[in-house]
């Protein structure tokens, strides 16, 4: 029975998964342009230099909304880099099978999201951040974000589990296969057992990439 060796599991997959360099090393503390989440920004740009800003549901509804980039005064380096938005609300970790959060959606150059998300990564070559979100959406990285969940919320810290890779065409992952495809090569890399693997897969939903995005 997978169900009776929960604990078992997620602690010899977290051994198996110790590393020196985490993606919380590369992700923003909460809020991370200093915009709250209340906050949508404007349906037209008042000055030309406005950036987008990502809110919660407004982009994968193909809405598109601004912000004035003189207002930001927060981690304005990542405002001309690809990145990922993570969000930071979900669901409690109570039922199996988790999605621990929503889809988390690729960001742009010039632009920029309000408190809804956090900010992962910082590139200047968009394929290495697409590279990165599809990382985001495997079973092998939510299970190892989920171990460090206390409740809905996704914080920096809860992704200090998650080991860092190689986003680049040199990894020793092909980011080019689907997510499945990814989280099979995530399970060599790490040895996990078919019992480990088999629990990742009733315990984790599959989630697909917003069909909205430019990937």
Not at 48 to 71: K, S, W
Not at 83 to 105: F, I, M, Q
Not at 143 to 152: A, N, P, T, W, Y
Not at 162 to 182: E, R
Request: charged share 25%.
């Amino acid at each position: 029975e997978i169900g009776s060796g929960l604990v078992g599991s997620e602690m010899c997959i977290r051994d198996r998964c110790k590393t020196d360099k985490s993606i919380a090393d590369i992700t923003s503390a909460t809020v991370p342009f200093g915009i709250p989440t209340n906050v949508k920004g404007y349906a037209k740009k008042t000055r030309d230099d406005d950036v987008e800003l990502v809110c919660t549901g407004h982009f994968l509804r193909g809405m598109t909304n601004y912000y004035p980039l003189r207002d930001v005064k927060k981690n304005i380096q990542y405002i001309n880099k690809y990145k990922v938005y993570l969000p930071t609300g979900g669901e409690k970790p109570v039922k199996r099978p988790y999605n621990v959060y929503s889809k988390p959606l690729l960001g742009e150059v010039n632009q920029i999201c309000n408190g809804s998300y956090l900010v992962v990564g910082g590139f200047s070559n968009r394929d290495e951040a697409v590279a990165l979100q599809k990382y985001t959406y495997t079973r092998f990285f939510r299970c190892l974000v989920q171990q460090l969940k206390v409740d809905q919320h996704v914080y920096q810290y809860t992704l200090k589990l998650v080991p860092m890779q190689d986003f680049s065409s040199q990894s020793d992952i092909d980011w080019t296969q689907s997510i499945s495809g990814i989280d099979k090569q995530l399970y060599k890399k790490y040895n996990l057992s078919e019992a480990e693997i088999a629990y990742i897969a009733v315990s984790y939903t599959h989630l697909t990439l917003p069909t909205t995005e430019r990937v």
